[in-house]
């Protein structure tokens, strides 16, 4: 088992009052922009000096393993991903990607996809790695997609929410379609899924169309910037009351949970209906009432 870990020692460091919250990390003075995703004036960026610069682009703001267990994706302070060898003892740096305009939020890895034509031309005797999609989001609004098969290059741009990229998750699942088979047995077709979680109070899903990923397996360039049937399509906007910190998909039984401002919802997936909401008062006052009431202290 492995266990990769930041630490607050090798992270920047700013000043709080005393309203800060358990999710103040969200809150980080970007370099070049605000909460809100807009662009910090100039005169004020330049108050930051090097030896700043320095600490907040040695930040990790976040890790993801690749789910074959091979690779570690990290992105950090000023909007740079990193992608390591988790085969290689030491480490090693296999790809660098200018991403962002600004810190690194979140990253997420899908499922295993079939390999492209010109992969299995290039490697006729192996070894076929799994290819997976990545996909990171940043405090510049932006949802970028990598191909991890054409050595992690960007291909997509999902420009959807208005604020900071607070979380994202893919969400695998199977789909009865009404088309019959002979056997007067249902279809089942794989889908997948990437949501996105905003600063904004937002939920975005976007769906892969697989039929268009499979056509253009070689060239997701190309489908990427078609419009008539895009590549990711967007299939549901939730819109919450609170502004959503962080989601986690628990994928076979279908269900999601956010992190909000002192609350907790849970979801049923696909539809995104609210199972429940917990106001972290509300659970704290049922929990000491359920002590007092077994005389526990």
């Known amino acids: 088992m492995i266990f990769i870990t930041t630490h607050k020692d090798e992270m ?16 980080a003075s970007p370099l070049d922009r605000g909460e809100d995703g807009q662009l910090i004036d100039q005169k004020e960026k330049s108050r930051v000096d090097s030896d700043e610069m320095s600490e907040y682009e040695g930040t990790i703001r976040c890790i993801r393993i690749s789910p074959d ?3 570690l994706a990290s992105g950090n302070g000023v909007g740079n991903i990193r992608i390591h060898s988790l085969e290689s003892p030491d480490l090693a740096q296999t790809h660098f ?3 962002h305009d600004s810190e690194v939020i979140s990253l997420a890895y899908s499922s295993a996809l079939p390999n492209s034509s010109k992969h299995a031309e290039l490697n006729p005797n ?9 996909a990171s989001g940043g405090r510049d609004k932006q949802v970028l997609l990598f191909d991890s098969e054409d050595n992690y290059h960007s291909f997509m741009n999902l420009d959807h929410h208005a604020s900071t990229i607070t979380a994202l998750q893919f969400n ?13 047995q249902p279809e089942y077709r794989q889908m997948i899924e990437l949501i996105s979680s905003s600063a ?3 939920l975005a899903c976007k769906q892969l169309d697989l039929e268009r990923f499979n056509i253009f397996s070689n060239e997701l360039d190309t489908a990427a910037t078609e419009q008539d049937r895009p590549l ?15 989601l986690d998909v628990a994928g076979q039984a279908q269900y999601m949970v956010t992190g909000h401002d002192k609350s907790l919802c849970l979801w049923k997936l696909p539809t995104f209906e609210k199972v429940w909401e917990k106001r972290l008062a509300t659970m704290e006052k049922e929990m000491s009432s359920k002590k007092s009431a077994s005389g526990v202290n």
């Open 12 to 27: 920047a460091e700013y000043e709080s009052d005393s309203t800060s919250t358990p999710y103040d990390h969200f809150k």
């Open 69 to 71: 267990g091979t690779e």
């Open 97 to 99: 990607i200018e991403a």
């Open 126 to 134: 192996g070894p076929h790695r799994p290819r997976f999609l990545m």
């Open 172 to 184: 695998e699942y199977s789909s009865t379609s009404d088309a019959r088979l002979s056997s007067n």
């Open 200 to 202: 904004d109070k937002n």
């Open 232 to 246: 990711f399509k967007h299939v549901k906007t939730q819109i919450c009351k609170d502004k959503v910190m962080s």
